[in-house]
C-alpha cells in the first residue's frame, strides 16, 4: 500500500505497508504458497483506500511468487552475486576467533556504539575530561547507592529478583544525571564495576565522514566496543579499516586508520587488514584461503594480501558494480568478481584509501575566502548584541557572528557565517557522495552549533562555538574538496573499463 516514497502512503510514513493473510490449512499437501498483488504507488492515499473498499477479496487477481533461497519474494535480484567471492559471514563477527573457511575476511566489527555519544565524544580533549570526570563521578555514586540497597535489602530477607528489583528502583528514583543505558546498568553497575578516569582511553575516532573527534574508549562509558578492541587494541596501533555501509540502504564504503563510530554514515561494518591476539600480535585478517582464490584465478603467485585488501576497496567503489549488484549490496555482504587487469584495480585501491585516510594532509584545493566588511557589520552587530541581564550591551567583547555552514552547489559557494564565504567549489566536488551528503556536506554539518540534547550537557558542558574552529574548517574543506575531486576523477577512470558488469 505504498513504498512510502511519497505521501501517497496510507500511514504517511517512510516505511512501505503491507497487508498480510496468513492462512493455515490441515494436512496441506502443497507446501507453502505466496500470493501476492501490489497496488500503483502513484496512486494518492484516497484512491488505496478506495481499492481496498471496493475489491472483494475473493475476486482479486492474485499472482503467485516464489522466494529465493535467502528468502526474498519481492525485488529477486537476478545475477550472478552466488559466485563470487563472499569476503563475510554472521558468524565471523563471533569473538571467538575461530579461523573462518572459504571466505575472503577471517573477522569484521560494528563500528563504537557508544549510546551517549554527547557525554564520550568531544572536539575539544580537555572539555571531554572534563565530562568524563563528572560521569564517573556520577556513576560510581549509583554503584555505591546500589550496593548499599542491595545489602540492605538482602538483609532484610529478600531475595532473587525482588531483591534486584527493588535496589534498581531505588537506584533510579534518584534520577541520574549522566546518560543511561539498560546494558551500563546491567553489564557495569550491576556487576559493581567502579569507574576512573584514564588519559591514556582518550584517542581520535571517526565520528562522521573526514570528522574526527575525540573519543572516551573505555568499557564503562562505552555500551558496545565489539571487536573494534582487538583491531586497535592500543592508541598507537597501526591498522586499516574498510568502513562499508548497506542495510537496506545505497551502498557505499570509506576506509580509515582509526576506530569508525557505528553511524560514521548509518550503520556501518569494520573490515580490517589486520587483527590483534592476545599477546598484541598483529596477524592478516584475509585469509589463506582468500589469497589462494586470487593467485590461482590470476595464475600469479606474486599477488599479496595487501594488493587484495585494495583491490576489495576499489571495486567497492565502482559504480557499475554497485548499479549491477544494488539488490544484493541491501540485504547481504559484499562478495568481490575478478577483474581483468588485476594490478589496475590494486593501484585504484591504493590511491583512494591514501586519500580518504590522509585527507588531513593532502594539497588544499584553491577555494578564495571572501570577507563582508567587517567594521560595518561589526558596528550593525553590537547595537544589537547585548546580555541577558538587564539587556546592556555587552562591553568589552567582540559581537557574535551568527555561524551558516551552508551551501550552494550550483553557484560553488560555501557560506561560513554572516561574514564569511567560500568559492570556486567545482561541481565535481560535490559528486562524491557518501549516503545522501557529499563528503563537503558531512563536514559543514558536523561544525554546525546545536543545542545538546542532553540536559546535562547542555546546562554544564555546552562549550562549543564555530568561531572557535573556523580556521580549521576552512582549511578542512579545502583538502576535502581536494579529495572529492580526485575520488571522482578515479571513479571516472573506472567508468572507462569493460568489467562484464
Known amino acids: 500500500m505504498g513504498s512510502g516514497k511519497s505521501i501517497s502512503n496510507v500511514f504517511n510514513i517512510i516505511t512501505g505497508v503491507a497487508i498480510m493473510f496468513l492462512i493455515k490449512k490441515e494436512k496441506s499437501t502443497v507446501g507453502s504458497k505466496i500470493n501476492y498483488i501490489a497496488v500503483d504507488d502513484s496512486i494518492s492515499k484516497q484512491g488505496k483506500l478506495d481499492w481496498l473498499t471496493s475489491n472483494v477479496f475473493d475476486t482479486i487477481n492474485f499472482g503467485s511468487i516464489s522466494p529465493d533461497k535467502n528468502n526474498n519474494w519481492l525485488n529477486i535480484a537476478d545475477t550472478d552475486f552466488e559466485s563470487l ?13 575461530l579461523v573462518r573457511d572459504k571466505l575472503l575476511f577471517r573477522y569484521y566489527s560494528n563500528g563504537c556504539v557508544t549510546n551517549r555519544d554527547e557525554w564520550v565524544y568531544d572536539f575539544n580533549k580537555r572539555i571531554l575530561e572534563q565530562k568524563l570526570k563528572y560521569f564517573f563521578e556520577e556513576y560510581n555514586y549509583y554503584v555505591s547507592l546500589w550496593q548499599k540497597e542491595f545489602e540492605l535489602n538482602k538483609y532484610y530477607g529478600k531475595k532473587g529478583d525482588e531483591l534486584l528489583e527493588l535496589s534498581n528502583a531505588f537506584v533510579f528514583s534518584n534520577k541520574p544525571t549522566i546518560k543511561w543505558s539498560g546494558r551500563l546498568f546491567r553489564d557495569k553497575l550491576l556487576k559493581v564495576r567502579v569507574g576512573k578516569f584514564n588519559d591514556d582511553n582518550i584517542r581520535y575516532c571517526m565520528y562522521r565522514p573526514f570528522t574526527k573527534q575525540y573519543l572516551y574508549y573505555d568499557y564503562i562509558p562505552i555500551d558496545i566496543q565489539g571487536q573494534l578492541k ?10 586499516v579499516i574498510i568502513n562499508i555501509n548497506g542495510n537496506g540502504k545505497d551502498f557505499h564504503c570509506i576506509s580509515t586508520n582509526i576506530v569508525a563510530d557505528l ?34 584465478h590470476y595464475k600469479n603467485n606474486k599477488i599479496t594480501k595487501e594488493d587484495i585488501f585494495h583491490y576489495t576497496y576499489a571495486v567497492l567503489q565502482n559504480p557499475a558494480y554497485r548499479k549491477k549488484y544494488e539488490l544484493n549490496l541491501k540485504r547481504e555482504f559484499p562478495r568481490i568478481p575478478f577483474y581483468d587487469d588485476f594490478y589496475q584495480w590494486v593501484k585504484w585501491g591504493k590511491q583512494l584509501m591514501e586519500l580518504h585516510i590522509n585527507y588531513e594532509t593532502v594539497k588544499p584545493f584553491v577555494l578564495e575566502l571572501h570577507q563582508h566588511e567587517v567594521k560595518a557589520e561589526a558596528k550593525r552587530q553590537k547595537e544589537i548584541f547585548t546580555t541577558a541581564e538587564e539587556s546592556k550591551p555587552l562591553f568589552g567583547h567582540q559581537p557574535k557572528i551568527k555561524a551558516k555552514l551552508k551551501a550552494d552547489k550550483n553557484a560553488g559557494v560555501i557560506e561560513l557565517d554572516e561574514l564569511s564565504f567560500l568559492t570556486g567549489v567545482p561541481k565535481e566536488a560535490w559528486e562524491y ?9 558531512w563536514v559543514l554539518d558536523q561544525y554546525k552549533e546545536k543545542k545538546p540534547s542532553d540536559p546535562t550537557i547542555a546546562e554544564k558542558f555546552n562549550t562549543y562555538r564555530f568561531a572557535d574552529y573556523k580556521d580549521k574548517v576552512i582549511d578542512l574543506l579545502k583538502r576535502v574538496c581536494t579529495v572529492s575531486v580526485e575520488t571522482v576523477a578515479i571513479v571516472r577512470e573506472m567508468e572507462k573499463v569493460r568489467t562484464h558488469e
Open 263 to 296: 553511524h560514521l554514515t548509518g550503520d556501518t561494518t569494520c573490515i580490517p587488514l589486520h587483527y590483534f591476539n592476545e599477546k598484541d600480535e598483529r596477524l592478516d585478517n584475509i585469509t589463506d584461503w582468500g589469497l589462494e582464490q586470487f593467485t590461482s
Open 85 to 97: 567471492v563472499p569476503i563475510l559471514d554472521k558468524a565471523n563477527k563471533q569473538s571467538d576467533f
Open 230 to 239: 582487538s583491531f586497535f587494541p592500543g592508541r598507537e596501533s597501526q591498522n
Open 433 to 441: 557522495k557518501l549516503g545522501n551528503r557529499s563528503a563537503l556536506e
